[in-house]
């Protein structure tokens, strides 16, 4: 009998981070570029965090006429603000939001993102999959960080999902929101925009109606971040053997240093600092 695969879990939900937000990126970005360079594959990883009141730009948002007035009193009313890697929109974070990353190597023949969305999508269907509750996935109109792989609940947008590619490895990184107000974490995205996108032409940023998101909680699942995050590792628990942690290791730490400076580097370069 062949030994069920590793897989490996960085866990941090069960507290809210309040440090940069960068932080947790710079993690999976340490990852995918240790699995790019091994010559041998290593165990994927899948990270979950939350964090305090933040908004996560994507690279777009950040060339917007008005980014960086709009960044400015986001920060003065306490809220970060950063810019990360992979694709995708103005996402809000706050406690009841989950992010779950998915890390893992790839061929560097095959630069399809399909497969790499759909194993995302998979595994938050399946962790859902006791609860009864039919999840579509599909652009949902009005929504923040629109995209085709939106994962929704009654036409209810509760989960969006953005990628980065490396030459050998992928990074797939999920938003779920698990409890609190959808139309509330929607206000906040709309309202970055209306103060961003002044002056943009049409289509340069998404119209965002706050009334097409939902939380997990608002969908009737009970249970919140912590039934969530206990869901995806009964999940992982069927597909191998799970390792879990609940910080960076140590042999990590460098690296993820690393690209912690790069990532807030590279936040300079678009004028977020």
Same mark, same amino acid.
């Given at each position: 009998?062949?030994?069920?695969?590793?897989?490996?879990?960085?866990?941090?939900?069960?507290?809210?981070?309040?440090?940069?937000?960068?932080?947790?990126?710079?993690?999976?970005?340490?990852?995918?570029?240790?699995?790019?360079?091994?010559?041998?594959?290593?165990?994927?990883?899948?990270?979950?965090?939350?964090?305090?009141?933040?908004?996560?730009?994507?690279?777009? #948002?950040?060339?917007?006429?008005?980014?960086?007035?709009?960044? %400015? $009193?986001? +920060?003065?009313r306490g809220? =970060?603000?950063? &810019?990360?890697?992979?694709?995708?929109?103005?996402?809000?974070?706050?406690?009841?939001?989950?992010?779950?990353?998915?890390?893992?190597?790839a061929p560097?023949?095959?630069?399809?993102?399909?497969?790499?969305?759909?194993?995302?999508?998979?595994?938050?269907?399946?962790?859902?999959?006791?609860?009864?509750?039919?999840?579509?996935?599909?652009?949902?109109?009005?929504?923040?960080?629109?995209?085709?792989?939106?994962?929704?609940? #009654?036409?209810?947008?509760?989960?969006?999902?953005?990628?980065? %590619? $490396?030459? +050998?490895?992928?990074?797939? =990184?999920?938003? &779920?929101?698990?409890?609190?107000?959808?139309?509330?974490?929607?206000?906040a995205a709309?309202?970055?925009?209306?103060?961003?996108?002044?002056?943009?032409?049409?289509?340069?940023?998404?119209?965002?109606?706050?009334?097409?998101?939902?939380?997990?909680?608002?969908?009737?699942?009970?249970?919140?971040?912590?039934?969530?995050?206990?869901?995806?590792?009964?999940?992982?628990?069927?597909?191998?053997?799970?390792?879990?942690?609940?910080?960076?290791?140590?042999?990590?730490?460098?690296?993820?240093? %690393?690209?912690?400076?790069?990532?807030?580097?590279?936040?300079?370069?678009?004028?977020?600092?």
């Open positions: 009998m062949n030994p069920m695969p590793v897989i490996r879990m960085l866990n941090t939900a069960a507290s809210i981070q309040c440090g940069d937000v960068l932080v947790p990126f710079s993690i999976d970005e340490a990852y995918a570029r240790l699995a790019a360079r091994e010559t041998e594959p290593v165990p994927p990883l899948v990270h979950l965090w939350r964090h305090r009141r933040a908004m996560v730009l994507g690279a777009r #948002d950040a060339k917007l006429p008005n980014a960086a007035l709009a960044v %400015r $009193l986001l +920060r003065e809220c =970060q603000t950063a &810019v990360r890697h992979s694709g995708g929109a103005a996402v809000p974070l706050d406690g009841g939001v989950v992010n779950l990353s998915l890390v893992m190597p560097a023949h095959d630069l399809t993102p399909e497969p790499h969305f759909e194993r995302m999508a998979a595994l938050i269907r399946e962790a859902l999959g006791t609860t009864g509750k039919r999840v579509q996935t599909g652009e949902v109109e009005g929504a923040y960080c629109p995209g085709s792989y939106d994962l929704s609940i #009654d036409g209810f947008k509760f989960c969006g999902i953005a990628q980065r %590619r $490396l030459t +050998r490895a992928v990074v797939v =990184q999920a938003f &779920v929101l698990t409890e609190g107000s959808g139309r509330t974490y929607g206000e709309r309202d970055f925009y209306r103060m961003a996108g002044e002056g943009a032409p049409a289509g340069a940023f998404p119209r965002v109606v706050p009334e097409r998101m939902a939380s997990l909680s608002e969908l009737g699942m009970s249970g919140g971040a912590g039934a969530f995050a206990g869901r995806v590792r009964d999940v992982l628990a069927g597909l191998g053997t799970v390792e879990e942690m609940n910080a960076c290791p140590a042999s990590l730490e460098a690296d993820a240093k %690393r690209s912690f400076a790069a990532l807030r580097a590279r936040n300079g370069s678009v004028g977020l600092t």
